[in-house]
């Protein structure tokens, strides 16, 4: 996939740094309408966005987010052993469509690595 992704999180194992790359692709121009920031900072937060010039900080700034959830494509997650200076071990994996993020824990158990986060299957 040649696209930009919202990649919020990663992991380490003793062995491993783990790239989790969801399909939320950024697309400033289709991001779809919602409340972004529910609480008091709402409303100063807002000022601060709308006094920047960037089209992108507008939208937020208006509760669009810029991305969008391509149910389409995988979830990719990358293994690149800690020690590889120039990433030529990369490994990718294919699993189906979902979002994640905030990871809690990432292991290896023999050849397995485990990545315990926060997954979504739809993202409104």
Not at 83 to 88: Q, W
């Amino acid at each position: 996939m040649c696209a930009l992704l919202q990649m919020h999180d990663c992991a380490l194992t003793q062995s491993h740094f783990v790239v989790l790359a969801p399909p939320l692709l950024f697309k400033p121009e289709v991001g779809p309408a919602m409340c972004w920031l529910s609480c008091g900072l709402r409303q100063s937060a807002l000022c601060m966005l709308t006094t920047c010039g960037s089209p992108i900080l507008q939208a937020i700034a208006k509760g669009r987010l810029p991305f969008v959830f391509d149910k389409e494509e995988p979830l990719r997650v990358g293994l690149l052993p800690r020690m590889d200076a120039d990433a030529t071990n990369l490994r990718w994996f294919e699993f189906p469509a979902q979002v994640t993020f905030h990871t809690a824990a990432a292991f290896e158990e023999g050849d397995t690595v485990k990545v315990y986060a926060c997954a979504f299957n739809e993202v409104r």
